[in-house]
């Protein structure tokens, strides 16, 4: 019996040993310390958000970025952002990444931006169906009490959601209410009657 114990204890440390070595922390860090700054960058209706992602499992490993958008809950189309594995440069070389993502709502437009270490990455386009005005950029780090998250790699990990609030009887919106439930993200439009929305989303590989 001691022995069928000893070796159960081995298995799940080796399991816990493996997942450790394929499983990344990540924190964030966002708006301006300074407030005139700040002030402006709202006024733009302009985002910036900072994610860092610490790891042995990055060292080695390539990373790309996605976007998908919704309309009434359901994916329409998927756009590759970045792709670092077109070239060595952009392989992860230590076991730590900092990457700082920009977004701006105006003129009917949700343009994108990442800049990474020693490079940024081309601006993208893409259309809102409804008032720029009334989206806006949420992380998934609200619903995390220690304000960070683990995620695997080898898989499309949902960072950030461009969203308009889900609407109540009363009139009142949130969005908030969104990103802080746990429906997967791939779920918000449709559990939340959202019309238009799009996820943002990094691999590792």
Not at 37 to 64: C, M, R
Not at 87 to 115: A, R, V
Request: proline share 3%.
């Amino acid at each position: 019996m001691m022995k069928l114990k000893r070796i159960l204890l081995f298995l799940l440390l080796g399991m816990n040993l493996t997942w450790a070595q394929q499983t990344v922390k990540v924190t964030n860090n966002y708006a301006s310390e300074n407030k005139e700054i700040q002030e402006l960058i709202d006024f733009q209706n302009i985002y910036i958000e900072q994610l860092n992602f610490v790891g042995a499992a990055l060292k080695g490993k390539y990373y790309e970025i996605n976007i998908q958008e919704f309309k009434n809950g359901k994916p329409v189309r998927k756009v590759n952002l970045f792709e670092g594995s077109e070239s060595d440069y952009f392989k992860i070389t230590l076991e730590n990444l900092s990457l700082k993502f920009f977004f701006s709502m105006t003129d009917g437009k949700l343009k994108t931006y990442m800049k990474g270490p020693g490079f940024g990455s081309k601006k993208s386009y893409f259309k809102l169906n409804n008032d720029a005005e009334i989206y806006a950029l949420k992380d998934f780090f609200g619903s995390k009490e220690s304000l960070e998250m683990n995620i695997s790699t080898g898989t499309d990990i949902p960072v950030f959601a461009i969203i308009t609030p889900t609407m109540h009887k009363d009139g009142s919106g949130s969005y908030c209410e969104v990103v802080q439930s746990d429906v997967k993200p791939e779920n918000l439009g449709t559990h939340f009657k959202i019309p238009h929305h799009f996820l943002v989303s990094i691999r590792f590989k």
